[in-house]
């Protein structure tokens, strides 16, 4: 072994190759100003049951990342399957920021006022805790503060692997992916 393994990974084979890894897909939603921002995160995990804290990472490149920043408060939405069209909303850039919740059902969390995506499966709402440089992303360690689940007997999550949406089922009896 060296003690300098050097060498460098092109962004096209990073992309492809940790597009095998599934996950779930999130609206990361702010307020600045009085306005709501969005985007699409499925860059979101939790860190820590205590306290209980969540990181998403943003693009330091899109209008999302200072106004996350600027706020300090922000709501993950975790989308159903059905919600693939907001899921590929809130993922294009360029959106016109006045109409991007136009025909989309929200409510405001109840602690921050940040929007949550109605009929998603899940929902939190998070004070900004640390951020960390993380390339062209920060990641941004939050403090949940409320959090929330939508009661359904056959729920089935939004997925993206290998460059496409699918759905994964919680139902005992319909599990697994399709």
């Not at 609206?27 to 939790?46: E, V």
């Not at 920060?138 to 949406?165: F, K």
Request: charged share 20%; glycine share 14%; net charge negative.
């Amino acid at each position: 072994m060296t003690s300098d393994p050097g060498g460098s990974v092109s962004p096209g084979e990073f992309r492809r190759v940790l597009g095998r890894f599934g996950s779930g897909i999130t609206i990361m939603s702010t307020l600045q100003g009085g306005i709501a921002h969005a985007m699409t995160a499925n860059a979101f995990t939790s860190v820590s049951l205590d306290p209980p804290l969540v990181l998403v990472c943003v693009d330091k490149g899109v209008r999302m990342h200072d106004a996350v920043l600027d706020c300090g408060y922000w709501a993950v939405s975790v989308l159903a399957d059905s919600q693939q069209p907001i899921a590929e909303r809130f993922a294009r850039s360029g959106r016109d920021l006045y109409s991007q919740f136009d025909g989309i059902a929200t409510t405001p969390g109840p602690k921050t006022g940040c929007p949550v995506v109605g009929a998603a499966l899940s929902w939190l709402e998070c004070r900004t805790w640390a951020t960390y440089e993380g390339g062209d992303h920060t990641i941004v360690v939050g403090e949940v503060l409320s959090l929330g689940a939508e009661e359904t007997d056959d729920p089935a999550a939004l997925m993206y692997y290998a460059g496409r949406y699918g759905e994964l089922r919680g139902n005992e009896g319909n599990s697994g992916a399709r």
